[in-house]
């Protein structure tokens, strides 16, 4: 079993900088695929941006590309993701996200029924 505690988050404006950060704990040796997934009310889980885990490969949306940068301290099992440029549209709920399966390209954006772990949530708002 893994648990994720993500930190971090809160409001800001338009162009502004947010950090987030996920911090795993309990078999972390079995996590091959970490990353972000946001949802807002009424539509899917969505995929922000993912890595394999003590790797190199690093995948992120084209909605965030350019602007997100995630990145990973493997000896403190920790995946942290810079959000600058923030806009309006990045309002939503956050969640960490884990599995023990490599994150294979952009496909691990895509398929969040694939993580069987997940954080508690931390909400971004992002006003205009």
């Known amino acids: 079993q893994v648990q994720l505690v993500e930190s971090g988050g809160g409001s800001v404006q338009a162009g502004g900088s947010l950090t987030l950060s996920c911090e795993a704990s309990g078999n972390t040796v079995s996590i091959d695929c970490m990353g972000w997934f946001r949802q807002v009310p009424g539509k899917e889980r969505e995929g922000v941006a993912t890595?394999?885990?003590?790797?190199?490969?690093?995948y992120y949306d084209d909605s965030v590309k350019g602007r997100f940068t995630l990145s990973q301290d493997y000896d403190k099992n920790t995946v942290t993701l810079r959000m600058s440029s923030l806009k309006p549209e990045d309002t939503a709920l956050y969640y960490c996200?884990?599995?023990?399966?490599?994150?294979?390209?952009?496909?691990?954006?895509?398929?969040?029924?694939?993580?069987?772990?997940w954080g508690q949530g931390t909400q971004v708002t992002v006003s205009s």
């Open positions: 996200a884990a599995r023990e399966l490599l994150c294979m390209g952009e496909y691990s954006l895509r398929s969040a029924a694939k993580y069987p772990y």
């Open positions: 890595v394999n885990y003590g790797g190199e490969s690093t």
